[in-house]
RNA sequence: GGAGAGAUGGGUGAGUGGCUGAAACCAACAGUUUGCUAAACUGUCGUACCUCUAACGGGUACCGGGGGUUCGAAUCCCCCUCUCUCCGCCA
């Protein structure tokens, strides 16, 4: 949620860069803004007189009391009973501002860095680094959908049977593979770091509209209804939440968390090719990356998470390239982002394996996530945070970049987590 | 699932109608003392919003959440949520 006191006072460049983000109607609704500010401001200020009024009265009269001036008590009482309904007025219009006011804020996406261009869509992303080589393979090579088939180490049919469809099951090596893709992205995180925490996996209402993820992506969501619990579509939501109504110390900062959870999305709306194997699934497993910074020190905090990130690729030998995403295909939530994707040979296209952002303000302002900084003040603290990695994709793309005739090479780093060099 | 107890500031915990935004202690911070550490002493020590001033300031709200009674609520009443204990069930 954007900060009011920020568009209050810089109006324009608020309106300009919600534009960069192609958020329509920027005008309209930043202007709706303020003058729903102001109004409730106005009353606030009406109400709270009124309140000063009675509480100096009933003070009195407890005092007159004491005295036993029953009669200038009564007087008194009187005058409360006429300050009250004009109140109880004042209250019910300022209910009403504050709940349209906020509402209106609920759905104003965060600004876009300054760095960030307008563009469309995807295709409008800016490619800021690419791997040189791309790998070349034999033309009867597969796809990694037939690689899981043909050495049974992941079974979507059977997924179909227990659950349906986007929830495959792992088998064999298949399995020990997924298990040694999170003990080395954690270790990883650890050596860079970040402290591991185990949360839960399901979370409550308000945790959901802390990291943003409520309203705008509800329908996205798996809900438990009898305990109106989401279940989380990524770790950033529970791990974000730690620090949900704190007000932690400047020296504290930054503060580096990861954790490995399974994810679940409905993916409602997608179809086609992009959700064959594993590209699209709807519980997948995935290691977080969350900062929590001062706002001077949290771009370069998100370069550290860039350098970890692709620390991880390069390791596993996989191509790929870094995008900075254009203001149309950046989140809701996102003030900088860029994409990492691995070069998936037996596709021949690129597939998004982690996303890593600065949200700036914009969930520690719903989360109530502040510091203390050094003149003793309480500051919103900057949030990011990173996929490092999400797991189905990296494995798509090792299965189908690493196949030979003889199998598929496991890379030499994660050889000492799944114990075997080749899947055959 | 059944029965009971509870929810107060960073923590422990007092407070059953006005003198309580909230005792006391601990922690924290600043200072004094000190060869160092420790101890002792002094002071500061919630958050949000509104408003005013150059500045000190003033106001409102908040004692789990919502509603009610009352001139006045942390305190009384109702509803909800959550936590804990015991029993049952169980990984």
Redesign the pocket.
Known sequence: MLE??KIRSDKEEVILRLKVKNFHNAEEIVDKIIVLDEQK?KL??E???Q??Q??????E??QF??QNLKDK?EE??QD??QI?EKTKELESLLKDKEEELQKTLLIVPNLPHVSVTKGKSAEDNEVVFQSSELPKLTSNSLAHWDLCQKYDIIDFELGNKITGSGFPVYKGKGAKLQRALINFFLDNAYASGFNEMQVPIMVNEQSAIATGQLPDKDSQMYFAPL?NFYLIPTAEVPLTNIYRDE?VKQDSLPLKLCGYTPCFRREAGSYGKDVRGLNRLHQFDKVEIVCIDTPEHSYAQLEFMKEHVASLLQKLELPYRILRLCGGDMSFTSALTFDFETFSAGQNRWLEVSSVSNFETFQSNRLKL?F?NSDGK?QLAHTLNGSALALPRIVATLLENNQTENGIKIPKVLVPYTGFEIIN
């Open positions: 009011l006191a401001r606030q200020k109400l709270e007189e309140k000063a009675m509480n100096l009265k009933s003070k009269i407890g009391m004491a008590a008194s009482k409360v009973a009250k305990d007000i502040r203390k309480t």
